[in-house]
């Protein structure tokens, strides 16, 4: 098991070398690996990608959809070469990481459910909802606790009656009236904005904000190099 990291880092410069070679004939090839989680898998990198590709026809982008620290992990281990985080502190010391995107988180209900007729609620009527949360450990979890504390919520207070794994899980839930639930912004967006009702809480403000980062420790290949440039020349995405 020793010679497996040797293993990947002969290959990794070996692909490296192979990519340099062909971009001498004056266009970037190669091969890119992203990491990130379901929502922006679905809703960021698309788009995104569709434009990189425009300008770089020659690379081939693949995503890989896990969780924060799967993809970590992953880049850790040299197997992608960029991951999509919302969660800084998690990330080792030898990744860089650089600002990409904010997703603001907002509460969503059932179209017939008693928030859905009001212009405003007050934080502690929270504590009368039925809620659809996210598991421990995820980003947009992270963010609603640290929200719902800086409006003087205490978030283990809250009526939880169901934890899924993602926020589209979360807003077919609350479509189907089974309660309410915050949800990333994009997922609203996109997929029940007009089928669910947005709730106003009073002096709540919500968002996550997303990083990509890179191993500082392993030869970025061309292709790499030239998304992080990419990146680095497009403005902060607005959602």
């Not at 340099?20 to 960021?44: A, D, F, N, Q, R």
Request: charged content about 25%; hydrophobic content about 45%; aromatic content about 6%.
């Amino acid at each position: 098991m020793a010679l497996v990291p040797l293993a990947r880092d002969i290959v990794s410069r070996s692909v490296h070398i192979e990519e340099m070679m062909k971009s001498l004939e004056g266009e970037v090839h190669g091969h890119l690996l992203v990491g990130c989680s379901t929502t922006p898998g679905k809703y960021i990198l698309p788009h995104l990608l569709a434009d990189f590709h425009r300008l770089y026809p020659q690379v081939k982008v693949s995503c890989h959809v896990a969780s924060q620290m799967e993809s970590l992990e992953r880049l850790c281990e040299g197997e992608i070469h960029l991951a999509l985080v919302s969660q800084p502190e998690l990330a080792p010391r030898e990744l860089e990481l650089r600002m990409f995107t904010v997703d603001p988180v907002v509460l969503i209900a059932p179209l017939d459910h008693p928030w859905a007729q009001r212009d405003v609620i007050e934080p502690e009527e929270l504590y009368s909802g039925d809620f659809i949360l996210r598991e421990d450990g995820s980003g947009t979890k992270q963010a609603v606790e640290s929200g719902l504390t800086a409006v003087g919520i205490e978030p283990d207070r809250l009526e939880t009656l169901l934890i899924l794994g993602n926020s589209e899980a979360i807003a077919l839930a609350v479509e189907e009236g089974i309660g309410v639930g915050f949800v990333s912004n994009m997922v609203y967006t996109k997929l029940v904005h007009d089928r669910v009702a947005l709730v106003d809480v009073h002096g709540l403000h919500i968002q996550r904000d997303i990083f990509i980062g890179r191993h500082t420790r392993r030869p970025a290949t061309v292709a790499q190099t030239a998304f992080w440039d990419f990146i680095s020349r497009t403005e902060e995405m607005s959602i």
